[in-house]
């Protein structure tokens, strides 16, 4: 007898799990509801709310219906709709609810046209939308910080090793003297070597060679750019006769980027606006964002065997910077609603 009435509570205990199993299921899925409530705002920023007789329902798709006249606080509703339990908020303030059909009740149910035809409330809840493609374009300029300078030691001989040894020395001097008028954090190494035999070409006769040329190019970056004038002229009287480039970056691009980037998005943004104004509607979300971002090609100074021996022997050689422009590119799909 005892054993029966243990076996009796173990079927009683499961009986009521699985009933309790059976409401929480119940509970996580979506209802199709019709309510009546007034709208309200809610504690999230920028949401809205029906307190019906059954609690509290958290509209989710509000900005469907916020164009409409009736739309605002206080404002009595019948909606039709789906709860979406699945749906996470910051406060979680009433139950997710996605409304299909929403209108207002307010005064003689019998005056309203809507309430004589359900096929009008859609059409008076329905908000079209269409999508928009705009893009956004923004330059920035920005001071450059660094600076690269490319020099090189030319030789010519007859005799190739000589022509690989004077160039040796020369291009030892060069280094030097670079690494000294650089300053502190400047960054040298060699950029390019090479031994060419240089020949001469006479008519229905093979080549003959007459000599060779060495040629070690070094490569200077550095963040002093007050200092690029003198490492020309430093290179120069160290034994250099060829400047084969000056070129200006910007290491640290960082904050002119987020700048561009900032100014192209507000400006594809104010666009999705303006045409959202045209077409008597206004913006209801971004759907799409796509951002390419890029610099310029960098200036580039070029010098000549010529003008490199001018500057050298004359004043010191002066240099302009200039500018970089940093452009930035923004490309989104908005959604526009229009009643």
């Known amino acids: 007898m005892k054993n029966l009435k243990t076996i009796g509570a173990i079927w009683c205990l499961m009986l009521m799990m699985c ?44 900005a469907r219906f916020q164009n409409e006249a009736w739309f605002r606080e206080g404002t009595e ?9 699945g749906t996470i908020t910051i406060y979680q303030e009433g139950t997710p609810f996605e409304a299909r059909v929403m209108r207002s009740v307010e005064g003689s149910a019998g005056n309203n046209p809507t309430n004589q035809n359900p096929d009008n ?21 920005a001071q450059p910080d660094t600076a690269i300078i490319t020099v090189a030691v030319i030789t010519q001989n007859r005799s190739a090793l000589t022509a690989q040894q004077q160039n040796a020395e ?12 650089a300053g502190a954090g400047a960054e040298i ?19 003959t060679i007459s000599g060779y040329e060495a040629r070690n190019g070094v490569t200077v970056t550095m963040p002093d750019l007050n200092r690029v004038g003198s490492v020309i002229d430093a290179a120069s009287s160290a034994g ?38 045209v077409l008597g509607g206004r913006v209801i979300r971004i759907v799409q964002v796509q951002e390419e971002g890029t610099v310029r090609p960098l200036p580039i100074q070029r010098y000549d065997t010529a003008e490199f021996g001018i500057a050298r022997a004359s004043t010191p050689t002066p240099i302009e910077t200039g500018t970089l422009d940093i452009t930035s590119r923004v ?5 526009i609603g229009t009643n």
Not at 77 to 85: R, S
Not at 130 to 138: K, L, N, R, W
Not at 170 to 181: D, F, G, I, L, W
Not at 190 to 207: A, D, H
């Open 19 to 62: 009933a309790a199993s059976s409401g929480v299921a119940a509970q996580t899925q979506p209802q199709n509801l019709t309510l009546r409530g007034r709208l309200a705002p809610t504690v999230e920023a920028n949401g809205w709310v029906i307190n019906a007789a059954k609690g509290k329902y958290l509209l989710l798709n509000f």
């Open 77 to 85: 509703v019948e909606a039709t709709g789906e709860t979406k339990p």
């Open 121 to 141: 409330r859609d059409l008076a809840a329905s908000v079209r939308t269409t999508q928009v493609i705009v893009a956004g374009d923004s330059i920035v300029q």
């Open 170 to 181: 020369k291009t030892e001097a060069v280094v030097r003297a670079v690494r000294a008028a």
């Open 189 to 207: 190494k060699t950029s390019g070597y090479s031994l060419q035999p240089q020949r001469v070409y006479k008519e229905n006769q093979p080549p």
């Open 240 to 277: 250099a006769n060829s400047v084969d480039n000056l070129a200006f970056t910007l290491r640290r691009d960082r904050p002119a980027r987020d700048q561009a980037l900032r100014e192209a998005t507000t400006e594809a943004v104010a666009k999705a606006n303006t045409l959202a104004q």
């Open 331 to 335: 490309q989104l799909v908005a959604e």
